[in-house]
T-cell receptor
Framework: SQQGEEDPQALSIQEGENATMNCSYKTSINNLQWYRQNSGRGLVHLILIRSNEREKHSGRLRVTLDTSKKSSSLLITASRAADTASYFCATAAYNQGGKLIFGQGTELSVKP | DAGVIQSPRHEVTEMGQEVTLRCKPISGHDYLFWYRQTMMRGLELLIYFNNNVPIDDSGMPEDRFSAKMPNASFSTLKIQPSEPRDSAVYFC??????????????FGPGTRLTVL
């Protein structure tokens, strides 16, 4: 079964607003990663948070992790039209043999 | 580094034909992954290799699909015979594969396959 499940499936906001996407997973993890996919392109790694971390920042990105609730959120502040893309969470665990389990993704549309 | 390289970028073929997709991972990466992405099914892991050895092929849809990694710098995904339902974007990704380096995967640009 799919490890990561994301919500919302689609999100539409205005430029300058903040965008929040959530990810839930089912089993213990070593780390959780977020990826972005622009239309017609491959996925690009954005940020990683380890299981012993609760929050991490990278530029306009803020990721939180709650291992007790098995959930994570990705916040993009002051969104731009160029942030329009699909965003995926992915989990890594010791028993996954080096592979990541990806969620279904959130499609973000930022309108200028 | 040029990143993960895939070829061809686009492939249009007729049902029943053999299709071969190619991937060159990032040099030094120990893991190579093949994914398929469709609107209906999302991103699916088909197979992955560690040090050129297939580790998990449970995602390969059926015997028509096969994958090889003859050396550390090259992998192929073959579909024979192809069917219209195989139409999708196929991604190759590679990673260092060490959990202490986070298993970050680097994706290629994908091959868009259309089977008529």
């Amino acid at each position: 079964s799919q490890q990561g499940e994301e919500d919302p499936q689609a999100l539409s906001i205005q430029e300058g607003e903040n965008a929040t996407m959530n990810c839930s997973y089912k089993t213990s993890i070593n780390n959780l990663q977020w990826y972005r996919q622009n239309s017609g392109r491959g996925l690009v790694h954005l940020i990683l948070i380890r299981s012993n971390e609760r929050e991490k920042h990278s530029g306009r990105l803020r990721v939180t992790l709650d291992t007790s609730k098995k959930s994570s959120s990705l916040l993009i502040t002051a969104s731009r039209a160029a942030d329009t893309a699909s965003y995926f969470c992915a989990t890594a665990a010791y028993n996954q043999g080096g592979k990541l389990i990806f969620g279904q993704g959130t499609e973000l549309s930022v309108k200028p | 580094d040029a990143g993960v390289i895939q070829s061809p970028r686009h492939e249009v073929t007729e049902m029943g034909q053999e299709v071969t997709l190619r991937c060159k991972p990032i040099s030094g990466h120990d893991y190579l992954f093949w994914y398929r992405q469709t609107m209906m099914r999302g991103l699916e892991l088909l197979i992955y290799f560690n040090n050129n050895v297939p580790i998990d092929d449970s995602g390969m849809p059926e015997d028509r699909f096969s994958a090889k990694m003859p050396n550390a710098s090259f992998s192929t995904l073959k579909i024979q015979p192809s069917e219209p339902r195989d139409s999708a974007v196929y991604f190759c990704a590679s990673s260092l594969g060490r959990l202490d380096s986070t298993d970050t995967q680097y994706f290629g640009p994908g091959t868009r396959l259309t089977v008529l």
